[in-house]
């Protein structure tokens, strides 16, 4: 370590450091047999140049210093930069699997005789970062800094010495701290307090010429007490635990030494501008700060050099000439109280110097040296690179997306575009209500529940036809057995048919019942259907959107300035459109950055952390990040305009009335629809309701046409019998010897067998009571009667008659206007009459079949297929 004064100024005594020695070693043979080893031997002859240069690195490094202090530093540079691609290729360790014959030798730079030995690479890149310190500090001392010039390029040599020195600390002082053999100058306490030294002695030179150039005393005070806090955290650290022995006594006396003597100046310089400012007192208390830490620093001046004692001598004299002077000026003119020492802030700093940068100095990625060796733990790190942008890339993306959303929600709050479409005659309806409309359309509209109802009132007409049919029959057979009853007298002895019927009777007086119903309910559906055509009509029409109002133009304008809002409406909104496309090509230019970007030569000659290496990488998508930022914040402010513009533009235009008759008309669309389609699910159910009653009804006329068929046959018989009886002819045989039991209407029970008849006297009663439930019982398929419709009219809300309890069709559907269709019973029901003697079952059994055919009509589907959701049942 050397100090040299310069020739033109005391203070200028600065200090610099010497390098680190180490020992011979050879690099070449080991790194070739591992590649020959682990790759084969043609890849150790295709990279032998790069061996023969990392070997002329290290033999250069090892021999004498050479006189060219920038040569000495390239040299450090490059070799550095080799360590760095063989830290990521070659294993140096004791492990037998790694490169383990390679043992890197360091002595101290502060005690010689001290050294470190280890079987890694981390001491020997940590030992050449610190030899690339000192020598950047040798090249500082080296300039001649009694010019500007000088000390101009001396203080860049410092802050580039300071920068290997923090380079040190934060990348390699530790790894070369880890293991038993280890030097006190490699450690971070170290390379932290040379850093210090540095930037002081950068700070000084600034300071320097920062005098030469005449600035004011309030600068050159900030900047001296820059350089006294620089040498103060120096002094710090040298005192620290690790330190305190390590270092020359003369080492901490210049730095303590040029703490006080940069704190001085400062009190001296701020003196100046105080005084210049009249502000005595505060004067006072300063330059006596000054003159008490030049005393307190004289205290401890072993091994100092004997400018600097002459510098605080010539300061301390300046310090108590200016003081005698305020104090003469305070006492006779100011009369000022003098503050305390200690109550007096902190003098302001000001660094002007910061360390140098020396990751970009130290790239090793675009060596060319092994680069067709790559390491396994290259690709790892290359995953991890690729997560993190995906990560920025997905944020990005959500910031764009969310972007877009928001200009969406925002312009719909505002009405926009559609406002303005509506003024130039273009009008739409929402989505969904348009899609309603047209499901209504395609399934006929209003204009098609005409000839829907007209299917309604042919379907009851058939069913009516048919009760009546059924009745004739009924009433004709009635009549028939009345008058063979007058005939006859007591010989009729058969059943009446009002005693047979009875049960048939019921039901289709229940039928009756059940069309008056429907009958009443389709006049209501009618009615429904006339009082709100009007309402419905707007479903009709082609395109829906000309039942839409129209926005006009002012009729009256005070100030003609309409268009002119308009248009800076209108353009305003290209403006939004096109910061809408910028964000589609930012987003694509986020993923062409994330297609081209490839650092995986970079991992592979990484030197560092490659958390240092992915943070840089990773900034070059910050420009992009910030111009979406910039996008999104220019959208907000846009919105902002748009929103007070389209403020003007509904109060010019009215816009308000506009669309509260806009939304007048979307709620009679919305409500025609909802009318339409309740009109149409009641007619479905009407169809429905006829289909299955015609069914029913059909049923019961042919065990009607049964009954009287098997009426007429008996009649026949009987008259027969009669006749005989009247004759005095004795017909009794065993075929006859059997009362006569008639079936019920609907039976199909075969006669009783062939029995003797014993009593020749005609019988006084054919019928036979029923065993079971006969006539006077509720059918099966019903507990209870069904009310006449004006009796029981229907519940409010509702204009149909109430579903029957216990009947065994499913119930209508909610808000069905039709009653429930009545169930026909079992075909082998027997209703309890005994069958009539010569009454042939099979034959009468093998001619059953339907007397009246199936009706035409079918149940049309309520809406047609995948249409709006308004249609679906509930």
Not at 747 to 761: C, E
């Amino acid at each position: 370590m050397t100090s040299t004064p310069s020739s033109s100024a005391t203070t200028n005594v600065m200090l610099a450091i010497f390098e680190k020695k180490t020992t011979q070693i050879d690099l070449y043979r080991p790194l070739r047999n591992y590649i020959a080893f682990h790759y084969s031997e043609r890849e150790a002859q295709n990279l032998e140049d790069d061996l023969q240069t990392l070997k002329q690195l290290r033999s250069d490094l090892e021999r004498t210093p050479d006189p060219s202090l920038p040569a000495r530093r390239d040299l450090l540079q490059n070799y550095y930069k080799a360590l760095c691609l063989v830290e990521t290729r070659f294993p140096i360790s004791p492990d037998k699997d790694h490169i383990n014959s390679v043992t890197f030798v360091w002595h101290d730079a502060f005690k010689n005789k001290q050294k470190a030995s280890q079987q890694n690479i981390h001491l020997e890149k940590a030992a050449v970062l610190f030899n690339l310190g000192a020598v950047y500090s040798q090249i500082g001392l080296s300039y001649d800094r009694a010019t500007v010039d000088g000390r101009r390029l001396a203080s860049h040599a410092f802050i580039a010495a300071a920068g290997a020195f923090a380079f040190l600390r934060d990348n390699a002082a530790t790894k070369a701290s880890i293991g038993s053999s280890t030097t006190v100058d490699l450690s971070v306490e170290c390379a932290g307090m040379l850093e210090r030294l540095m930037l002081a002695q950068a700070q000084e030179s600034v300071f320097e010429n920062t005098i030469a150039k005449g600035s004011t005393p309030g600068v050159c005070a900030k900047i001296s007490r820059q350089v006294g806090l620089y040498y103060e955290e120096a002094l710090a650290a040298a005192n620290s635990p690790t330190l305190n022995q390590h270092f020359d006594k003369a080492w901490v006396s210049h730095m303590q030494l040029k703490a006080a003597l940069f704190f001085a100046e400062a009190c001296y310089r701020y003196g100046l501008e105080l005084h210049e400012k009249e502000e005595i007192a505060e004067e006072i208390a300063r330059l006596k700060s000054g003159i008490s830490a030049l005393a307190e620093s004289k205290k401890s001046t072993r091994g100092a050099a004997q400018q600097i004692l002459d510098a605080i001598s010539k300061l301390e004299a300046n310090l108590n000439r200016n003081l005698e002077r305020a104090m003469k000026e305070n006492d006779r003119v100011y009369l000022m109280r003098v503050p305390s020492v200690s109550s007096l802030p902190p003098l302001p700093a000001f660094a002007m110097v910061k360390p140098m940068a020396m990751s970009e100095v130290l790239d090793a990625s675009k060596e060319k040296m092994f680069a067709s060796l790559v390491p396994d733990s290259s690709a790892k790190a290359l995953s991890r690179y690729t997560e993190m942008v995906d990560d920025i890339i997905r944020t990005q993306a959500e910031k764009l997306q969310q972007a877009s959303e928001l200009t969406r929600v925002r312009l719909k709050e505002m009405d926009l575009p559609e406002s303005i479409l509506a003024l130039e005659g273009n009008f739409t309806l929402p989505t969904d209500l348009k899609e309603d409309v047209e499901a209504v359309q395609i399934s006929g509209g209003p204009a098609g529940l005409e000839a829907e109802l007209q299917q309604l009132r042919d379907l009851r007409r058939v069913n009516q036809e048919i009760l009546v049919h059924i009745d004739e029959l009924l009433q004709k057979e009635a009549r028939e057995d009345s008058q063979f009853r007058s005939q006859f007298g007591t010989r009729w002895t058969r059943p009446q048919s009002s005693t047979l019927t009875k049960n048939l009777q019921d039901r289709l007086s229940r039928f009756a019942a059940n069309l008056k119903q429907a009958s009443d309910s389709d006049a209501r559906i009618e009615r429904s259907v006339r009082e709100h055509s009007a309402l419905m009509s707007i479903l009709d029409r082609h395109p829906i959107e000309s039942a839409l109002p129209t926005l006009a133009r002012p009729i009256m304008s005070l100030d003609a300035n309409e268009d002119a809002i308009l248009g800076a409406l209108k353009q305003s909104l290209r403006q939004l459109e096109t910061l809408g496309a910028q964000r589609a090509g930012l987003e694509d230019m986020l993923k062409e950055m994330k297609r081209k970007d490839d650092i995986l030569p970079k991992l592979m000659t990484s030197t560092g952390s490659y958390e240092d290496l992915f943070r840089k990488e990773i900034s070059k998508y910050d420009l992009i990040s910030e111009d979406i930022g910039h996008n999104i914040e220019a959208q907000e402010q846009l919105l902002l305009q748009i929103q007070a513009q389209n403020d003007e533009f509904a109060a010019v235009f009215n816009l308000e009335d506009y669309k509260a008759s806009r939304e007048k008309c979307y709620k009679q669309i919305q409500a025609a629809i909802g009318k339409y389609r309740e009109i149409k699910d009641n007619i479905n159910e009407g169809l429905k309701f006829y289909v299955t009653l015609q069914d029913a009804i059909t049923n019961v006329k042919q065990q009607c046409s049964d009954f009287v068929m098997t009426r007429n046959i008996q009649c026949q018989e009987m008259i027969e019998d009669v006749h005989k009886q009247m004759a005095g002819l004795n017909f009794q045989d065993s075929k006859n010897s059997a009362a006569y039991n008639y079936p019920s209407a609907g039976s199909q029970s075969q006669r009783s067998g062939p029995q003797q008849q014993t009593d020749p006297r005609p019988q006084t009663s054919y019928y036979r009571p029923p065993e079971q439930p006969g006539y006077s019982q509720p059918p099966p398929y019903s507990t209870q009667q069904m009310p006449p419709p004006y009796h029981a009219p229907p519940q409010a809300g509702s204009p149909y008659p109430p579903h029957q309890a216990g009947s065994p069709y499913p119930p209508p559907q909610a808000g069905s206007p039709y009653p429930p269709p009545q169930q026909q019973p079992p075909a082998s029901h027997e209703y309890g009459q005994p069958a009539y003697p010569g009454w042939r079952g099979p034959y009468y059994n093998a001619q059953q079949s339907g007397s009246h055919p199936r009706p035409p009509y079918t149940i049309p589907p309520q809406y047609p297929p995948n249409q709006s959701g308004y249609y679906k049942p509930q």
